[in-house]
């Protein structure tokens, strides 16, 4: 299977929300706030799993993912996008069909999983809906991704980086005795898009990087081939620091470094 170029997905708003199953304490407006990936929406069993939406406004959408849920290797979930409450409901103008949440199936230590779901073309709509099916006792899952990816034309450079970093730290005192300060340990992703023509970086990343700045929260697949690696190369975080659009010997071509700290 080919390796394909990384997307980049800038989640909209997901204005008003319901939903047919969730507790106290955990509601499903938590998928919406994605910079608290400690809150969450929490149902009561697997009856009513559905979470529905009105973007307020007509919005692009070309991509969907839930973050960091106990989807369990018979969860469904379902994508629903149309004009009306009454459409998504029912018959709507864009119907994912119920799919595989965890595709391929595989299985993580920690048992939270990304959902993963490109549509064939750019859908804009006002209203959206999400079901999940197939699921056994209660359903989690931490934030929900809509929008429309910006996938660059030409692929990375060679020396792209994977690593973490450590919000905690360790220390040696005098007599070789360890003082631990705990913390989150962020996963990152470092890499350069090299050949970034300029009609590209300005219909495209231009928007996109002047929306984050370093404080906005974006969603990247470094590969979204459809093999067993493709959780482990999903990121949601930050910018490290804003890339810069570098000129290089060929006119009207930039190059771009990007520094990425995820919280999944």
């Known amino acids: 299977m080919a390796i394909l170029k990384p997307n980049f997905t800038v989640p909209l708003d997901l204005g008003t929300i319901a939903t047919g199953n969730e507790i106290a304490g955990y509601p499903a407006i938590n998928l919406k706030r994605f910079k608290a990936i400690g809150l969450t929406w929490k ?13 307020g406004s007509a919005k692009p959408v070309d991509f969907c993912s839930m973050v960091s849920a106990n989807a369990l290797p018979g969860t469904t979930i379902r994508l629903r996008l149309g004009d009306t409450q009454a459409e998504v409901d029912g018959t709507a103008d864009y119907d994912s069909g119920a799919v595989a949440f965890i595709n391929p199936s595989i299985t993580r230590a920690d048992g939270l999983y990304h959902s993963h779901l490109e549509l064939p073309s750019v859908q804009t709509k006002r209203w959206w809906r999400i079901d999940i ?66 009609a590209e970086f300005e219909a495209s990343f231009r928007p996109m990087l002047e ?4 404080r906005g929260i ?15 190369k999903t990121f949601m975080g930050r910018l490290a620091k804003s890339p810069y659009a570098k000129g290089i010997r060929k006119p009207q071509t930039y190059t771009m470094d990007f520094s990425l700290e995820s919280f999944i």
Not at 43 to 55: A, I, K, M, P, Q
Not at 211 to 214: K, P, W
Not at 218 to 232: E, G, I, L, S, W
Request: aromatic share 14%.
């Open 211 to 214: 929306s984050l700045g370093t």
């Open 218 to 232: 974006c969603h990247v697949c470094f590969d979204p081939q459809a093999n067993t690696y493709r959780q482990a």
């Open 43 to 55: 149902s009561s069993g697997s009856s009513n799993l559905w979470v529905r939406g009105d973007f």
């Open 133 to 198: 099916g197939g699921h056994t006792g209660d359903f989690q899952a931490s934030m929900l991704v809509l929008g429309q990816k910006v996938t660059p034309t030409k692929f990375y450079n060679l020396d792209f980086e994977f690593g973490t970093k450590d919000l905690g730290n360790l220390s040696w005192g005098r007599f070789g005795v360890m003082d631990e300060e705990p913390g989150f340990i962020l996963r990152t992703a470092d890499f350069t898009l090299g050949w970034v023509s300029e």
